[in-house]
């Protein structure tokens, strides 16, 4: 049997006539750019994050620089956030013409180190920027706590975590606006690329909404340097259709991971996520001792197909050379770059699929384990 890492034609096919009607509507109303599926989509996910707004626009990553530029942040600012990311978060930040600041990730959550956030601080720092990797939610609590100490805004990197709350209240609720990218393999994901900016201020809201349209406040008049950013009105009416589904994808997913979580418990060489309430399970990721490239290679040719998110820390990325920080300055990061695997986990994956995947590790694992893999003499001190 063949694993997939995900699988989105599934869906697709799950949701039937509702969704290819949906699109079908859209096209042959003639409104492509705004409209009722928009409006109707920014209001349902608005309820759903528990936000009085949500802009929707182009994607994840523009929904970050939206965040950022209404909230004045520019040219000599830091923003302080994690190297153990997707490029798009430290991306978005260059954008608007600020500079990224990492510090390390916890090694069991693997989110932004709290307690390092506070030594980051400079005069010039503007922002935190936590990112819910892998749909896990970081502290809020805490995290808000040291921002309203040092004045500081917040802007949630939600991209991986729709669906996802700390202490019961959705993330992307927190900070001054969340961030969240409906692109294809995300928790709640749009036939193509789509994003949507949360807020709770007014005129946040209204100023995220004008630089999305060319900082085109009304017909003609451009009162700021803006994008064409918005969220198409095809992919809005896929999201309407799918928005329903959200709880119960996570749920589904929560499932597996759980399983994952019991049926892996103790394998010799291998580090299982700890979990957390709210977690929405975006990924499940693992954590191979040594040898993480070669163990993945006999993974796929037993025809379990994993991803490696992500094999090269921000910080280390050839476009971020300039900023010169040093390799070994993020030893947290650095490390979990090289031993991190994410098995399948999406809805759809049947039992007996997630069986095949069990099965396989477990085969390999127990086999290997004394003489190959636990060689750094560190396992099991990340795992919670
Ligand atoms: C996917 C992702 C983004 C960017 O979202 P896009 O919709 O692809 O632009 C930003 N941050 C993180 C952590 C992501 O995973």
Redesign the pocket.
């Known amino acids: 049997m063949q694993v997939p890492p995900f699988s989105l034609s599934q869906q697709i096919s799950d949701l039937g006539t509702d969704l290819e009607e949906a699109v079908l509507q859209v096209l042959r109303s003639g409104q492509y750019i705004g409209g009722a599926a928009v409006k109707a989509f920014e209001d349902a996910f608005s309820t759903c994050v528990e936000t009085s707004h949500a802009v929707g626009c ?7 620089i939206l965040g950022l530029r209404a909230l004045d942040i520019g040219p000599g600012d830091e923003v302080i956030t994690c190297s153990f ?5 430290a991306e ?1 930040i260059s954008a608007v013409g600020a500079t990224p600041v990492f510090v390390d990730v916890d090694p069991t959550t693997y989110l932004i180190d709290l307690d390092q956030i506070e030594a980051a601080i400079t005069p010039t720092t503007k922002a935190l920027m936590p ?3 892998f749909g896990r939610p970081v502290d809020m609590t805490r995290l808000m706590a040291i921002a309203k100490a040092h004045h500081l805004n917040v802007v949630e ?1 939600c ?2 975590a729709t669906g996802a709350r700390w202490n019961g209240q959705p993330v992307g609720s927190f900070g001054d606006v969340g ?1 969240f ?3 294809p393999t ?1 928790n709640l994901g749009a036939a193509g ?3 949507a900016a949360t807020t709770n201020d007014a005129g946040i809201a209204q100023t995220m909404r004008e630089l999305a349209v060319h900082g085109m406040p009304e017909r003609y008049l451009h009162t700021a340097l803006g994008y064409n950013s918005r969220l198409d009105a095809m992919q809005a009416a896929v999201l309407n259709v799918k928005l329903p589904r959200l709880t119960g994808w996570v749920e589904r997913r929560a499932e597996i991971a759980a399983r994952y979580r019991e049926q892996l418990a103790d394998l010799p060489g291998l580090c299982l996520p700890s979990t957390e309430l709210g977690h929405s399970w ?1 990924q499940f990721v693992v954590r191979i001792n040594s040898a993480r490239d070669d163990f993945r290679q006999i993974l796929q040719d037993r025809g379990v197909s994993t991803i490696i ?1 992500y094999p090269i820390p921000i910080h280390s990325q050839p476009a971020y050379a300039h900023l010169g920080q040093a390799e070994g300055s993020l030893p947290i990061t650095e490390q979990l770059c090289q031993q991190v695997l994410s098995l399948p986990i999406f809805p759809e994956l049947s039992d007996q699929q997630q069986q095949t995947v069990i099965a396989t590790l477990q085969k390999l694992l127990r086999v290997q384990a004394p003489t190959q893999l636990p060689r750094n003499g560190n396992q099991g001190r990340m795992v919670a």
């Open positions: 182009n994607s994840g990553t523009d929904a970050l990311s997707f490029f798009a978060t978005a990112v819910h990797l990197d991209a991986q961030c990218s409906f692109f995300k690329d789509g994003g975006n998110y």
